[in-house]
């Protein structure tokens, strides 16, 4: 008890850091999952930057949260009909490894978080994994990248194809000892989830397993978890965030 008790002590201690959703739209010239919400999130030199991808019915990697984007389905679309969309912003569409360029260029200590998004077959969600660890190691980033998904599949199979990699799973409805005997690295759990099960938090701890709340907007939230004791907050506020974890 003592020992559990100094161990969630010293997880409470710990810094907390911040990672942006989508990367910093939150700001002019931006759009979620854009060239310039990364450069943002980088420009803050925040722990991470959070995207989302796709892989398309030809094999490419399309950066976007919804599974559709201006009437156009991706993963059952091709490159050629996904490049042409637009973003709010004024950008085309970007592929992944243009967020791995900018990765491999910038000095930023800001990692780039992959969610693989959870396609309708389950061939496309380890085809988008292993395309996604291919691509990260094409462009020799891997030091810089971190994966998460809600499939659980995926992320089994992100631990095989790389198993240096930090990989967290988001589903929220598994404890931690059991994605631990997976190989998984982390949980990345709603807002929710951790209030509904706080002892997860030192449970993974005493595992070595990161720990990840999402999405945490209100400063009071921010505030909530951080004296949980969570390694990150996923946020659309990251300069609210920063402060919090700051003080």
């Known amino acids: 008890?003592?020992?559990?008790?100094?161990?969630?002590?010293?997880?409470?201690?710990?810094?907390?850091?911040?990672?942006?959703?989508?990367?910093?739209?939150?700001?002019?010239?931006?759009?979620?999952?854009?060239?310039?919400?990364?450069?943002?999130?980088?420009?803050?030199?925040i722990y991470g930057s959070e995207t989302d991808i796709w892989i398309t019915a030809d094999g490419h990697l399309m950066v976007n949260h919804d599974p559709s984007f201006g009437g156009v389905t991706i993963q059952t679309s091709t490159y050629a009909q996904c490049k042409k969309l637009v973003l709010a912003n004024g950008e085309r569409m970007p592929e992944l490894k243009t967020f791995l360029k900018m990765m491999r260029k910038t000095k930023s200590s800001t990692?780039?978080?992959?969610?693989?998004?959870?396609?309708?077959?389950?061939?496309?969600?380890?085809?988008a994994a292993q395309a996604a660890v291919k691509a990260v190691e094409k462009y020799g980033v891997a030091g810089k990248v971190e994966y998460i998904s809600f499939s659980l599949d995926v992320c089994k199979e992100l631990v095989r194809c790389a198993p240096k990699a930090r990989v967290a799973y988001l589903n929220g409805d598994i404890a931690p000892e059991t994605l631990a005997r997976d190989g998984i690295t982390g949980i990345d759990y709603q807002l929710k989830v951790l209030r509904k099960h706080p002892d997860w938090v030192a449970e993974a701890h005493r595992l070595n397993m990161?720990?990840?709340?999402?999405?945490v907007n209100k400063v009071e939230d921010m505030r909530a978890m951080k004296q949980l004791g969570v390694d990150f907050i996923t946020t659309n506020k990251p300069l609210e965030a920063m402060s919090v974890c700051d003080e």
Do not use: C, P
């Open 210 to 215: 990161d720990v990840n709340v999402w999405t």
């Open 1 to 45: 008890m003592l020992l559990a008790a100094f161990m969630l002590a010293l997880n409470v201690g710990a810094q907390t850091r911040v990672i942006a959703h989508r990367g910093y739209w939150d700001k002019e010239g931006a759009a979620q999952n854009s060239r310039a919400s990364l450069q943002n999130a980088l420009e803050l030199n």
């Open 111 to 127: 990692k780039l978080i992959i969610e693989i998004k959870k396609h309708a077959e389950r061939n496309a969600n380890l085809a």
